[in-house]
């Protein structure tokens, strides 16, 4: 029978904590590799919005009785000529989106509860109309929502 | 000892890189459209199906190519099983038609689900 000498235990255990280290090398790398890479992950944000029961319904016959309204809707329909969308208020055209802005930022002191309608046209890139919700948004605007267009409804 | 440690790191490899892969599967690479308004993304608890649109029109739902006229009734199974608190995650590219965008908020209505996001950058990327 062998009785293992202190001696060589102890050259034992050395082996085993030398036999480690380059794996614990190869996990500390594989570590902060996904960790590295994970920082070019771009971070989304969110837009939320409540969808009205009105939409989707036939628009004539509203489910439920319209609630008194004190304010106006305001309209805000946005057309695309093939290469730039075009804006109008409330059948106004506005030229530019500072336009739009300056122009909701006026009507928000007046009424910001009125509800705000995005009514953009088929071909509208949805980047566009991100863009004016973002302006209606920012402006101070609660309830904006999303026309649709009757052909679609329809279909 | 040294092959528990093994095993143990291996697994903890497996799980990082499965990790790394699922968040890839829901997450299609698009230009999301561009808002400085957006919110933080917070809440994980509210029970979330995730539509993907791409600049040419096509519907992808959990990786699946769907077609606009079965949204509404895939919709309404997803509702029926996580509840009425359901909320629709829009990630459409800032270049898809507002008319590819319309069938999905009007089939979200058609399944009442009312909660319904649209996930933006907060600057250009």
Not at chain 1, 63 to 69: L, S
């Amino acid at each position: 029978m062998r009785i293992p000498s202190p001696l060589l235990r102890g050259r034992k255990e050395a082996d085993v904590d030398s036999a480690m280290t380059p794996m614990i090398d190869v996990v500390f790398l594989l570590l902060i590799f996904f960790v590295w890479t994970s920082s070019f992950v771009i971070v989304e944000h969110i837009l939320p919005s409540q969808l009205s029961k009105q939409v989707g319904a036939d628009p004539t016959q509203p489910v439920d009785p319209p609630p008194k309204q004190d304010f106006e809707n305001i309209v805000i329909k946005i057309d695309w000529d093939g290469n730039r969308p075009v804006w109008t208020i409330n059948e106004q055209p506005v030229a530019s989106l500072a336009d739009i802005r300056q122009r909701l930022a006026v009507i928000v002191e007046i009424q910001s509860e009125a509800p705000v309608i995005l009514h953009p046209v088929p071909g509208v890139p949805l980047g566009h109309v991100i863009e004016a919700y973002d302006v209606a948004k920012l402006v101070g605007f609660a309830k904006i929502s999303f026309a649709v267009n009757p052909q679609t409804e329809t279909g | 000892m040294t092959p528990m440690i093994d095993v143990v790191f291996l697994l903890i490899i497996f799980f990082l890189v499965s990790s790394h892969l699922s968040r890839q599967e829901s997450s299609v690479e698009l230009p999301l459209p561009v808002a400085a308004s957006g919110d933080e993304d917070t809440d994980q608890t509210t029970p979330r199906v995730t539509i993907n649109l791409r600049s040419d029109g096509t519907l992808l739902i959990g990786g699946r190519r769907i077609e606009p006229q079965q949204l509404t009734e895939a919709l309404n199974e997803v509702r029926q099983q996580e509840g009425d608190e359901l909320e629709v995650r829009i990630r459409a590219s800032r270049q898809a038609p507002y008319s590819a965008v319309e069938p999905i908020l009007l089939a979200c209505t058609d399944a009442k689900v009312w909660n319904v996001t649209f996930a933006v950058y907060r600057e250009e990327q």
